[in-house]
């Protein structure tokens, strides 16, 4: 009932107590807005709301731009990955292609690694076996250094060769370093100093010297083929030239000078300080040479066998069929005679030490190794 009331319309009585009411809680007129509805247009919030629009909007075109550059980029790295892509598959392909060829070259490797394992092992075998018999090498090969020295002296008499064979020994010897060998080498070094003390004897240089003088045998001139020499020389220049006129002083000088020449060739005389050379025919002087020739290739060969006495001998008969049947005041004829002279006074009989010491520490070496 009361509500009914309360919401009927109001009253002619009741507006003006109403718009009295309204009048005084209004304010004044010249604080009121001329337009009641001007502040809510402007209101702030509106303002927020339209900036933020533009900004959505602003946000929206700036999205839409960055997102076409966004598309071609990635269409450019797209393809840009396709064509990498292509290429990583011919790379690859190559790769693959490499890689059997390297997997065929590995399995050749290997075979020959397992080639190589298999040699190596043969060869440690084989070292092993040879440090095993180290000692018994090295004895074997001093054994053989010395014989061919000992070899060398009593066949050869080569007293250099004999050297160096046991010089190959002492430093087999040296590099060993056992201890066993010691005495070895000491009767190893006492032979040695004993050789360097041989005198040399220069075989090869007297071998040659005796090669020069039957080169020389063919030019050596006979005595019976020597002729006095010339007394005075030719006729002075001022002389012929004043033979130039007929009937100078001078041409008659020569005139009488040639005269006497040719008289004194007409009568030889030869004055000899020994027996008179024997008078040989063409065909005796050329057996003669040969002879000669002969006795001097025995004596080299008595030489390179050490036959002193062969090798004087030969040389005495060489030095007198010189002496008796050619020119002793020719040039080459003392040469010859001179060299064959040195060469007969040289001994070839040198007393050369033996080795007999070195073999026997060699044997006592051998059994000390094989006694258990």
């Not at 060998?181 to 090869?204: H, Q, T, Y």
Request: glycine share 4%.
């Amino acid at each position: 009932m009361n509500e009914n009331a309360d919401t009927s319309p109001p009253t002619a009585a009741t507006v003006p107590e109403a718009e009295a009411k309204e009048a005084s809680t209004v304010p004044p007129p010249s604080s009121a807005p001329a337009n009641p509805n001007r502040g809510h247009w402007f209101s702030p919030w509106l303002v927020i709301a339209v900036l933020a629009l533009g900004l959505a909007g602003w946000q929206w075109f700036e999205t839409r731009a960055r997102l076409a550059e966004t598309r071609q980029e990635l269409a450019r790295r797209l393809s840009e990955s396709d064509a990498a892509a292509n290429e990583s598959r011919a790379l690859a392909k190559q790769a693959q292609e490499q890689l059997a060829s390297v997997h065929a070259k590995l399995g050749e490797l290997e075979g020959r690694l397992a080639d190589s394992k298999s040699q190596q092992e043969v060869l440690e075998a084989l070292y092993q076996n040879l440090a095993r018999n180290s000692e018994e090498s090295a004895l074997a090969e001093i054994e053989h250094s010395v014989t061919l020295a000992s070899q060398q002296l009593q066949l050869a008499g080569n007293v250099q060769g004999a050297v160096l064979a046991l010089q190959a020994a002492e430093a087999r010897l040296a590099a060993s370093s056992r201890p066993q060998f010691i005495g070895l080498r000491k009767v190893l070094v006492r032979d040695l100093d004993r050789l360097r003390a041989v005198p040399e004897l220069d075989l090869p240089g007297m071998y040659l010297r005796i090669e020069n003088v039957i080169t020389s045998v063919d030019a050596l001139p006979l005595a019976v083929d020597g002729r006095p020499r010339e007394e005075g020389g030719p006729a002075p220049a001022a002389a012929e030239a004043d033979a130039s006129s007929a009937f100078s002083f001078g041409y008659w000088e020569l005139l009488a000078r040639d005269l006497w020449r040719e008289v004194r060739s007409l009568v030889r005389i030869q004055r000899f300080d020994r027996e008179e050379p024997a008078l040989l025919a063409p065909s005796q002087i050329f057996f003669l040479r040969e002879n000669l020739k002969l006795r001097l290739l025995t004596a080299r060969l008595a030489l390179l066998s050490r036959d002193q006495w062969t090798y004087r001998n030969e040389l005495k008969q060489c030095l007198a069929l010189i002496g008796r049947y050619f020119d002793g005041q020719a040039p080459a004829v003392r040469r010859a005679m001179e060299a064959l002279g040195q060469l007969s006074a040289t001994e070839l009989n040198i007393a050369l030490p033996s080795l007999n010491d070195s073999l026997s520490a060699i044997k006592s070496a051998r059994s000390e190794k094989e006694r258990p």
